[in-house]
């Protein structure tokens, strides 16, 4: 069976555990575990920040990068192929696939043809399951646990994958409380709420962004996805929930600030506040992206059946 | 002189049978053969298929890639420079270049000012000769010959430059025959019938596909080029040539269906008979482009003159 | 201190002698100096020819690229990001960035927030040192010194970049005189005329270019910027200053033409002159920036403060 890596659910504490551990060894010392190998990096939607940590990653590794920016303007797409034909025909370029794709279940659908390891890079309102992976591993180096911890999820949780993707790992663990704090219209939906209380994970649901924030250990914020919502609850939404230089100082100094990145208006830091201050950890997070990238490489090419236990 | 690759005329019986060979090598067994060399990928139109084939060809034999997805639209080209001077830039960066161009014979002129081996990846509607080698190797895996075949090219054969080219090799073997089957219209050109006539290839238009498939061994089916022709034209071509489960019963066991990819409605099978049955080869072509082209790399960067005996 | 390349003011003559020696070592020598090393190439303005030189360079010193053909539209620019906090990002993902952007300052601005080095590679009317670099160092081969040299400058002085970071660099050589030829209202600017006057360089203005031509050792031609400037401005440049096959008789056999490319009607000779004739200097110029960038990738990548002594 391919190591796919298709949604968040799929990672269990122990795999998680053993690519922070990865990760933690690749980010101090270089290990070319991926000479001879090909990774193509096929993007639909235009992701410069994905991508390029993908490809950094494994030209690290000692392996080599086949890409395509945006297959959707200029690829054989515009001459109506299917995925599923251009996925068959590139898997047989390559050892390994990151596939980034406007439609929900794209990943899925490719995993079914592929000759070699799809990695989902984000299907529309789907998942992005790396983005989650290096999500933990930020909050995992920052608190040196995922257990016991109060994180306020903040903004468009109706379209964001990410925090999608992080309940799923975060109800892996025991002791978290989630706190949703969303306009109207783009609350986190039903899906999620049924998968937390099964997995017994505490949850509410709150409006006001400035009552939660002294109380919690990580407040992961989004940006309003202007591109997949209406215009109308874009309104209602843009600007309504942001972290300013007032409701900063309402965060504990041991607390921290998430983000999937790129931040637009939701974040309103002068740029010493976000290169000096330790609570600001979103661009930590987004260098921890690289080295999860690296060990899960590693693990997926190197590593028979790896994702067995956890289907 | 450089080793140009322009038009499929120039490969002789003997040149394809050593690629043939090389490309049979290289698909078990890495060869290093190409460190240290550069390959620039120029596509002034999009195809991911083949830029990314050519890229993960070089790679897979040690060399680097320099790439630009689309030239047209992202390059000096918008300030007005010409091709020619292109070429003469961008050949001082690197030791051969993959070109695709929209104007027939782009290739050639590139080929008058390069310092280095020019390929042809497609201009206009003039020749794809790599598509070609594909082609030809194909039909050797299949058949173990080039000879005594019976073959059905259908579609747009007016625009179509991968069945202009497979003529031109095809007509270098003995006892071959080709059925045109196109759309009022989109008829094989008169030069390509001239040729055949000339090379002494048997050849007969035929207007009803169910006809002739039962009694072909390879049916190569191509796409209506909507950016190539008028609407009208298209209109009246779309839908008239498709293989689908029912014609699919005619088409004897060991014969094969061919098509350059992308397709689209001209084959309407189910995936999994795609995924099983014999007969369809089509994505064996694609695959075998990758090893067919780490071949013709090689030898044009390894081997001296290595046309000479074409001209 | 990073060794940020900014602007052409920043070259002492003792590291632009540096440069030219290492530049010509490593057109005949490989020298694998940059392995494990990752560049990035940034380009938010298309510029195939600069990229790909600096792609090519990076490969050939055994280092790796990640690249982006146009950020503007194809990257997180277009959810709002800043160019600062995608600099932040990119640079924990690579050991130096090649940066092309729309902005005058941009490059100034990303070297404040990133970790390793970046190279401006021309940001909107401001500079493009590394093209400053190549010409200058054709110069050096081209006559074996850079001072008691006549050059005059021709076509839009006011937008372009190059002809700005040339009089800058020439500035810093004894004797050299500079003769500003240009259509009205795309004179030469001020600041660039003071600073030669600070540093004793004599310059003139004329409008007529075949005046000129007998009396200089280069003329400098440079295209009509379209895209910068007032549809009124073309439309009165255009044409205006051309070589062509007559007046290129008018200059000296000893004397060059150089042009940073690509070039259109302003340069209007035979592809046979272009290709044998000697004062053709415009294609060895761009082959030069290979040279001189592969130099350079190596000097920032491999030395200390190299630039310390120049600020």
New interface residues.
Partial sequence: MLNHVIESQQFTPEILLELFKRADELRVK?DLCLI?K?L?TLFYE????T???F??AM??LGG???S????K?????????SL???I???S???DCIVLRHYDTGAALEASK?SKVPIINAGDGKGQHPTQALLDVYTIYREFERLENLKIAMVGDLASGRTVRSLCYLLGKFPGNKIIFVSPENLEMSDDIKEYLKKKNVEFVEETVLDKVLPDINIVYMT?IQK?RISLQDYKKAKGKYVINQLNFQLIKKNSRIMHP????EEIDLP?DVE?IDKRVAY?RQ??NG?YIRMALLDLILNKENCFEESY
Same sequence: chains 1, 2, 3.
Avoid: M, W
Wanted: charged share 25%; aromatic share 6%.
């Fill in positions: 270089t001879g090909i193509a235009p992701s410069t920040r991508r390029l940590s490809d950094s030209h690290k080599r990068v086949i395509t920016e945006n297959a303007e200029f690829s054989s797409a515009i001459k109506g192929e599923v034909d251009t068959r025909i590139v047989s370029y390559c043809v940006r591109e990145l790129p931040h637009v740029i290169q661009f987004a260098e690289l």
